[in-house]
């Protein structure tokens, strides 16, 4: 009966594997674990990630390489992408440590094991080859963040949030799942690899497989946040403690990239007439709502996720190049590839940049906080410089960068992404692109203000701990060091494409 | 159009309508009662399309569970149960319409003297146990989606737990190291109050 079944190749899903152990094995030691000794379940979760990141190392192969019936893939886009989510969790972790501490009904070891089983369902995300196994990436993501968010139970917002985010989450599920279902109705197979073959051999219901790429179109620009499917993001990341909004601004945003990637790219290339122009649209949307919308922002966490949609309607735009640029005139697939590739590693560069960029903004909000105060508003930012002129700078360079100043690694970002838009002819785009970026610039500059210019309303000093003042002046070094030298970055995205999407 | 058609399309605005009802319904106990109706008639669908295990797992799970869910709604919305009994003859028609409905779908499926599909157009081909094929699928090449379900449901389980559990009430212990360095102005109090006259 099982004669024709391979037994399949566990090596590539090795850190899958690993970190689905260790976040069950953590789950059991913090039972053991005294409140007031939470630190030992935050230690094993870092130790935890890091083991990953140490495994993806040794079991990575430039080929790609297909296991468990071509359900998972494992090729140089995830793993680079996989080492910067155990990255971005492990300063996630450290710069939310402090905050959760203070406050006692979130500091449980659920919330590094959940912690832990988001880190696990990125992963998923980002190694998938199959519909199936993108869903359940997606929802294993989302189910410990809905948790997560709604962990602090007292908090009226955050209650709201969670049920907000809950609801709209199954609604883009359920988009999504119908969107899959039409495009296995016209093709036959669940498989993107499949998929591609049976779309490229143009040998399918043309109505069905556009109305289901409708839907699916529809589910991931929900996961993206994306203008129109946009209206949970300010009130999820202003209603959630603010260390989950940093976990939820940050490495999910590589996720999502890969499985646009996987699914638009890798799957549906062949029809990329059909979706380029959603995408265009819903970037240009989100460019125009999230830049505007962002500047009527009181609430510093609010005004970050207005700026979230506007940076991936701009990200989405890398995406759509790279489309334009591949297929021809006459509808053929085809075209200058090192156009697409071009195209495709700006938008991966432009993710990498913004998670860098949210990372350092949200900690910043979290090293301000203190038990009782959350330093979420504008005017809390006035006269930082005053308080501490560091950490003013550096939460100036990230403002700065986030707005796209030259050099800071968002200037470059932004420039990439753009060379991609003027390369594929869309010279409109890149202009609009430009508008709203300065548009947008206005209420990032507004923080520089209020914080160089006003008088502080909050004379505290600013206490954090070594850790979180060391790695938070990293980070914002970082957005300096690589906004002067991008391209040891854009190599590394462009090399990780090539091997992985267009292979020689 | 044949037969089979006829009865999918039938099943399917049965379903539409189930649905629609779902969420139209003020009542919740008619939106529990149509939930079941279109969930019977998913089954329904799927048994049409030959899946008989998954039609009768959906009857099983959730038929089942949205039973449980339903006495859920009656526990959490305080309603009182005698009132529900007087009520049994309000919801009676309605019950008993779906009911019918139910049954009149099971005997459209199962009436199998039309719905004997010529071998050639089978879906399943004959001498192919769909439980068996599901069950050999699922631990074979949907294994890893599989295990990923699974680690779903504990991540489902942990939320509710974390979610509900508001831990023990402490118990009235006294800890003996804070009485030892207790101080006599932590018990006592004295307030100065100004003399009342009058």
Known sequence: MFDHFVVPNLLPAAPEIFLALMA??????????????????????????????????????????????????????????????????????????????????????????????????????????????????????????????????????????????????????????????MIYGATGSLEITAVARQVHGANVNGNLLVFGLIFLVAGLAFKLGVVPFHMWIPDVYHGAPTSVTLLIGSAPKLAAFAVVIRLLVSGLLAAANEWQDMLIIMAVLSMAIGNLAAIAQTNIKRMLAYSAI??????????????????????????????????????????????????????????????????????????????????????????????????????????????????????????????????????????VKLMYFDAPTDETPIRAGLDMRLLISANGVAVALFGMFPQSIMALCAAALVYSHFPH | MDFQTLVFYFLSAILVFAALRVITARNPIHAALHLILAFFTCGGIWALLQAEFLAIAIILVYVGAVMVLFLFVVMMLDVNIDRIRQGFWNYLPLGAVLGLLMVMEMGLVLSSKYLQAPAADAVVPAGVSNVREIGRLMFTDFVYPFELASIVLLVGMIAAIVLTYRGRKPSKYTNPNQQVFVKAKDRIRVLKMPVEKD
């Open chain 1, 24 to 181: 069950s094995a953590i789950l059991l030691i913090d039972l053991f674990v005294k409140d007031s000794r939470r630190t030992v379940t935050f230690a094993l979760s870092v130790l935890a990630l890091l083991g990953c990141a140490a495994i993806q190392l040794w079991v990575a192969v430039p080929d790609v390489t297909y296991t468990f019936s071509h359900m998972f893939v494992a090729d140089l886009m995830s793993v680079l992408l996989k080492l910067l989510v155990y990255l971005t969790v492990i300063v996630v972790l450290f710069y939310s440590r402090a905050y959760v501490i203070d406050r006692g009904e979130m500091n449980k070891g659920e919330y590094y094991v959940l912690t832990l089983f988001a880190t696990l369902g990125m992963m998923v995300m980002i190694s998938a080859n199959h519909f199936v196994t993108v869903y359940i990436g997606i929802e294993l993501l989302s189910l410990s963040l809905y948790a997560m968010v709604a962990m602090n139970r007292d908090s009226l917002a955050a209650s709201e949030a969670a049920i907000k985010y809950f609801v709209l989450g199954a609604l883009a599920s359920g988009l999504l799942l119908y969107g899959m279902s």
């Open chain 1, 310 to 447: 506007s940076h991936m309607g701009f990200m989405l735009l890398g995406i759509v190049t790279g489309v334009v640029a591949v297929v021809g005139a006459d509808g053929t697939v085809g075209g200058d590839i090192s156009n697409a590739l071009d195209a495709y590693s700006s938008a991966m560069f432009y993710v990498i940049a913004y998670v860098l960029m949210s990372l350092g903004t949200f900690g910043m909000i979290l090293m301000m906080a203190r038990a009782g105060f959350e330093a979420d508003t504008l005017d809390d930012f006035k006269g930082l410089n005053q308080r501490s002129p560091w950490f003013a700078a550096i939460m100036m360079m990230l403002m700065f960068s986030m707005a796209g100043v030259p050099f800071f690694i968002g200037f470059f970002a932004k420039f990439a992404v753009l060379m991609a838009v003027i390369a594929a002819g869309y010279t409109w785009l890149a202009i609009v692109a430009v508008l709203f970026s300065l548009i947008g610039a206005f209420y990032y500059l507004r923080v």
